[in-house]
């Protein structure tokens, strides 16, 4: 920065009465001046960091002289420092109107103008530069910052005119086509920017990167056989190049070259220069563009192969097999992503849902408690704990598990409402239909029209054989409101059954069993009916088709065994 004088006075103060150079030092000050003197103590209190000293100072400086440039300056820089920025703008801005041409004191003004996002002030500010004599590379940072000052304003056009400027003067160069190209894109006006992309592959057809750039560009805006094109050409300049290998698969595929787009992924997908997320973010990409699951596993698999402890890919390759089908190998990567990572709560609420799902209740008991453990006001674990010990006959840890989980249920919820039915089912399993029937009821206050609570309810009654009539009342409610499921039909059907309404349950059992008709339960309730309706050969064959179905209780295994009906 300049310390001295502002050039007019400088030459002044150097002139003798008789018009002798007299000594001065090397800020400009004649030796004994008193200004001086108070100037340099205002330096001194400023590099020590005692600003409010120097502002003194400096202050006393141009009151002897108050064209004093360094005073200005040096008072701007003060008040910078105290952040106060509007005395900072207002003495840089009273330097700079008494010498536009003292560079640290345009530096200074137009740091605070950007400072203050007043852009079009220094916007005026560098046009005023630019009109006064420069070097070449002053000029050019000049334009580059009048360039960022309109692209700040929004005005990209005028942002890349300065480049066209600068070309004008110094010629084409790579760097002012970039940034062209780029304020184009980002003022959303492709045309230009393609044009721009074109001219540069033109003039370096060997830059496979800029190929790749014009490659980008047709593909974002539907050319997708001139990308197609461009990105061969790209591959022809830099061959096995994965970005482009990647880009050009997805683009076969866009064109309907199904087979030669995914055999192109394929590699893609094995190459170790694409990142696991961008190979991963293409698949899902392709995924919600309609490419099938049939196409997709075997990209999976290579995946898969490559990255076999990457959390968020074996995340996303359980879904896959999910759509597929497959929940032996559904289950697998979900466990593979837990392992790779064990503190990703959406890792674990996934394999729980996996293993709720599978029936591996074993493994659901162990991973929920732990869980239940870790997340103690996660009243979702609670949930899944206890329908894991339910299931492995272990009534009083799983009643333990809700009753710990509904302590932390703030609100009524279907997640509170799913723990009490599940509390009630316990209860009924246990031989306790009283205090069953109490949650019961208790909920029909909370949730009166719940269509699962209804037909909970209902079966439970028609299990018993209590008040079949309010029993098939709900189950009435339950298949208008939702006409369609089997099981909602199956407790209509064994309320009939109950009720002793054989012909009119076994018509209602046909339409579940239509709907599903490896449920074993309704098989089991359509062979009941069909021995009531004196049809023992046939309900002997519904009852087996239940037991291959899954169903393992030794009521059924009597029934089948003596060919008999058993109620318990």
């Not at 402890?309 to 995340?315: K, M, R, S, W």
């Amino acid at each position: 920065m300049l310390w001295a004088l502002s050039p007019p006075e400088a030459a002044a103060q150097r002139k003798g009465k008789k018009g002798n150079t007299e000594k001065v030092d090397e800020a400009g000050f004649l030796s004994g001046n008193p200004l001086r003197e108070t100037f340099f103590e205002g330096m001194k209190a400023y590099a020590t960091f005692q600003y409010d000293q120097a502002v003194v100072a400096f202050e006393k400086c141009l009151k002897m002289d108050p064209r004093l440039v360094a005073g200005y300056l040096m008072l701007s820089n003060c008040y910078r420092e105290m952040n106060d920025r509007t005395r900072a703008l207002a003495y840089a801005q009273n330097g700079y109107r008494i010498d536009p041409g003292n560079l640290d004191m345009y530096q200074c003004y137009y740091d605070l103008l950007m400072r203050a996002r007043n852009y079009t002030q220094a916007a005026e500010l560098i046009n005023v530069r630019l009109g006064q004599p420069l070097s070449d590379r002053d000029a050019i940072r000049l334009r580059k910052d009048l360039a960022k000052l309109y692209e700040y304003q929004g005005n990209y056009e005028l942002a890349a005119g300065e480049f066209d400027k600068l070309e004008a003067q110094f010629g084409y160069t790579s760097t002012y086509a970039k940034e062209r190209l780029r304020l184009y894109e980002q003022g959303g006006n492709q045309e230009k920017a393609l044009l721009e992309a074109k001219k540069l592959a033109d003039n370096y057809p060997n830059n496979y990167r800029y190929v790749k750039v014009l490659a980008r560009m047709y593909g974002e805006m539907g050319e997708h056989g001139a990308s197609k094109a461009a990105y061969q050409r790209v591959l022809l300049l830099k061959s096995n190049h994965g970005p482009a290998l990647l880009a050009l698969g997805q683009v076969m595929i866009r064109l309907g070259e199904i087979p030669a787009g995914v055999e192109t992924l394929a590699v893609a997908m094995a190459h170790p220069g694409i990142a696991a997320t961008e190979k991963l973010e293409t698949l899902k990409e392709l995924q919600i563009n309609g490419l099938t699951v049939d196409v997709l596993t075997p990209l999976a698999t290579i995946l898969a192969q490559t990255y076999s402890t990457d959390g968020e890919v074996n995340a996303w390759l359980a879904t896959i097999y999910w759509a597929a089908g497959d929940e032996t190998l559904w289950v697998s990567y979900l466990e593979r992503a837990r392992e790779a990572d064990p503190s990703n709560f959406q890792y674990l609420t996934d394999l729980l849902q996996a293993y709720s799902k599978t029936k591996e209740y074993k493994k659901l008991r162990d991973l929920s408690a732990g869980a239940a453990e870790l997340y103690p006001t996660q009243t979702r674990f609670y949930a899944y704990a206890a329908e894991a010990f339910t299931a492995l006959g272990d009534y009083e840890n799983a009643l333990m598990m809700l009753e710990t989980g509904l302590v932390y249920v703030v609100t009524q919820t279907s997640e509170e409402l799913g723990m009490k039915l599940l509390q009630a089912d316990i209860y009924d399993r246990m031989g306790q239909g009283d205090k069953a029937r109490d949650i019961y009821e208790w909920l029909l206050t909370k949730h009166e029209g719940h269509l699962t609570l209804l037909n909970n309810y209902a079966y439970f009654l028609a299990n018993r054989g209590q008040d079949l009539d309010k029993a098939l009342g709900m189950a009435i409610r339950v298949i208008k409101l939702h006409p369609g499921d089997p099981s909602y039909m199956d407790t209509y059907a064994w309320v009939l059954f109950k009720k002793g309404a054989y012909t009119e349950s076994a018509q209602w059992l046909t339409k579940a069993l239509d709907l599903d008709g490896d449920n074993p339960d309704i098989l089991e309730h359509y062979g009941d009916c069909l021995y009531f309706m004196g049809d023992t050969l046939q309900a002997v064959a519904y009852w087996q088709k239940a037991q291959d179905a899954g169903a393992t209780h030794e009521r059924l295994n009597r029934k089948i065994r003596e060919k008999k009906y058993h109620a318990q």
